[in-house]
């Protein structure tokens, strides 16, 4: 039987909250205008000058997209479609860009309950997953977790939610 592990999401978000306020995903380039998608909704046109839920476009072209994002300017370009920008948090605040790979894939290395892993985003998923092995590797003890059934392209299968005691990107200190 496969066995794959929910980890809490919401705790991950909690970790990165004060980081994390905005984030723009840039579809398409034009002259003075841009097509985003802002804090995963719809997508929208922007031209120069315009403001969207706090997001203004300051310029724009077929190569690159600079706008104005929680007080701080910022140059997307089109391999640059997830940008997370710092908030209001406290005084650390950090910036993070994550970049698509040649297949549109954004991955990187990540720590859990400080051991270093590898992760892929699937930016339609709304759990942290993790197999096994890299869960035994964590030290997860994820069969003292709350067993639940979940849905994959294979059917259905056994999955276990447990809380993580941390959870770090590689590129936030």
């Known amino acids: 039987m496969q066995v794959k592990f929910l980890l809490g999401w919401l705790m991950s978000l909690l970790a990165v909250s004060a980081l994390a306020e905005t984030c723009v995903n840039v579809a398409g380039l034009f002259n003075n205008k841009a097509l985003v998608m802002i ?10 000058g315009k403001t969207v839920a706090g997001v203004k476009l300051i ?3 077929s190569e690159a997209a600079t706008f104005m994002m929680e ?7 089109m ?5 997370v920008t710092g ?3 406290p005084a650390n605040n950090h910036s993070v860009s994550l970049y698509a790979d040649s297949y549109g894939h954004f991955s990187g290395n990540l720590s859990i309950n400080g051991v270093s892993l590898k992760y892929l985003v699937d930016t339609g998923a709304t759990t942290i997953a993790l197999n096994s092995g890299d869960a035994k590797y964590a030290k997860i003890d994820y069969e003292k977790g ?3 059934p979940i849905s994959t392209a294979n059917g259905i299968i056994t999955a276990y939610l447990v809380t993580l005691n941390t959870v770090k990107l590689a590129a936030l200190p």
């Open 71 to 77: 007080g701080k300017r910022q140059m997307l370009k």
């Open 146 to 148: 709350e067993r639940v």
């Open 87 to 89: 908030g209001t948090g």
């Open 39 to 48: 804090n995963g909704g719809a997508p929208c046109s922007l031209s120069a």
């Open 59 to 61: 310029s724009a072209n």
């Open 79 to 83: 391999g640059q479609p997830a940008s």
